[in-house]
């Protein structure tokens, strides 16, 4: 019977309407991505430790928007599921892994920044590039193995029958289940959080110091420019932790109402961290100078040629 199926048919009009938005929102991630992985992967002088963390940012963004986009929005659109248990299963992993991918690169980018503003004197010794390319590869060796470890002994995702095909995930709110949510979502977060307000604050108070030393001076050029460093950081970090919260804190809110209800809300806030790896780009390379001379050249096609 047609109230035995787990969804309802979607009209045509909302059917085209929600591939036109996820197939725009896919395409522009990939754009975006492919040309920050471009620049800093073709351009030398970008080979610096913030950078490969953008590119590693990059990478995991990609897959997602390749990957994780796409069969998320046959997932919400499609009433049927027609491509098997292995690749329902393999699309989970995929998921899972791309978006603690994201999340891991976030966290690392947030403790080289705090590195920079807290401690510069210092930075260059303690952040190298050799050290840098370690901690990613730990970053993205620990997320392969651990969502595999996850998925293969504590989830099981199945493709069941009843009216129409579904690939769902059976899994009860037990404590592996939060212990899980707390490592991919609430500890992440919290060093975020935590690192970018230690990093405002510490901006701050050395702009407000040199505010101090050239107000004695003749020359208020520098005052200025630390005003100018201010208001830019200032801005970058709000952007920074709004974006991260407005795509991950109704996630985790709706995280224990999916064991109690299942409705189309519940699909589509569950996609807005999938949305992330779309801003990213935005905000961790288009407020860098350098992108928009190497986004040209390579929109241009001037890359080819030099």
Known sequence: LNSSCRK????????ITLYIFFSVISTVTVF???????????FKQLHTPTNL???????????????????????????CWNFGEYFCVFQF????????????????ISIDRY????????????????????CISITWCCCIMYNATIIK??????????????????????????IDLVLKTVV????IITLYMKIFVVARSQARKVFSKEAASVSGVKT???????RKAAKTLSIVVFNYLICWTPSLFLFFLSFLTENVSFFIISFLPLVNSLINPIIYAFFYPWFKVTAKIILTLNLIRS
């Open 8 to 15: 309802a048919l979607l009209s045509t009009s909302i059917y």
């Open 115 to 134: 590195v920079a503003v807290c401690d510069p004197l210092l930075y260059h010794s303690k952040i190298t590039i050799a050290r840098m390319m370690c």
């Open 153 to 178: 002994n504590f989830v099981s995702v199945q493709v069941l029958g009843r009216c129409l095909k579904e690939c769902l995930i059976v899994e009860g709110l037990n404590w592996v289940t939060i």
């Open 93 to 108: 992993y995929v998921s899972c892994l791309c978006t603690s991918l994201s999340l891991g690169n976030l966290v690392l």
């Open 53 to 79: 963390l953008i590119l590693s940012l990059a990478v995991s963004d990609l897959l997602v928007g390749l990957i994780v986009i796409p069969v998320t929005t046959v997932a919400i659109t499609e009433s």
């Open 32 to 42: 975006l991505n492919v040309i920050v992985i471009i620049s800093i992967s073709h």
């Open 188 to 191: 992440p977060c919290s060093i």
């Open 224 to 230: 200025i420019q630390a005003n100018k460093s201010e």
